[in-house]
C-alpha cells in the first residue's frame, strides 16, 4: 500500500507555508531557532492550522479536538437529529463530488458527481441545497451542518457566486447550479444551516477524507 502523503504546516521558520514534503519543511525550519511546524494529514486540514496559531495545535493527536475542554464545554455536543453535507474537488478547479449523510449514523443519503469540472464552494453550495430539497420533500425538521462559511452565504443570498467561467466542460454542472438558485427563490424552508465546529468536533461526518 502507498504511503498516505502529508503536508507540514510552518509558522515560524525561513519560510513560512504549508509544504507537500518533509524535505521541503526541513529547508523551512533547519537552523532557525524556534521553528514552529506540524504536519497534518490532509490539506484542508494543514491551511486551518496555518491560518490558526501553532498554540492551539502543537501536541495534537490525531482525532484529539483542538480547543480547551472549558470552549468544548461552551459548544456543546453536535445537534444528531440532523444531517451533514460536504464536498471534495481534486484541484480547483478539478473534478468535484458532494454528498449528505446522517450526522449521527454516517448513513450516504445522497451523492452527486464526480462532475469534470467543478470547485469545492461549488459542491458546498449545491450539497447544502440539496439538502434542504430533500428534508423539505420529507417534512423533517432536522437541520444541515456544514463546514462551509462561504456555502452558507451564498445560500442566503440565493446565487452561486463563483468565479468559474461555464465552458462545454461543465455545462451539466452549471445546469445543475441554475436549477438550484432557482429552488432557492421559489421554495421557502426553515431548517436551520449550522456551521460544523470541526476544532471541536473533528471532521465533518460527510467528509470525503480526501482532501
Known sequence: MAKKSKFYVVWQGKQPGIHKTWIACKKAIEGYKGAEYKSFENFTLAQKAFNGNYADFKGKKKGESLLSSQELLKIGQPNYHSISVDAASSGNPGIMEYQGVDTETGKKLFKQGPFPQGTNNIGEFLAIVHGLAFLKERNSDRI???????????????????????????????DLIGRAVDWLKKNQYSTPITKWETKAWGEVPADFGRK
Not at 456555502?151 to 467561467?165: D, E, F, H, Q, Y
Request: net charge positive; proline share 3%.
Open 144 to 174: 444541515i451542518y456544514t463546514d462551509s462559511r462561504t456555502a452558507m452565504s451564498w445560500v442566503r443570498k440565493k446565487n452561486c457566486n463563483t468565479r468559474l467561467p461555464e465552458t462545454a466542460k461543465n455545462k451539466d454542472l452549471f
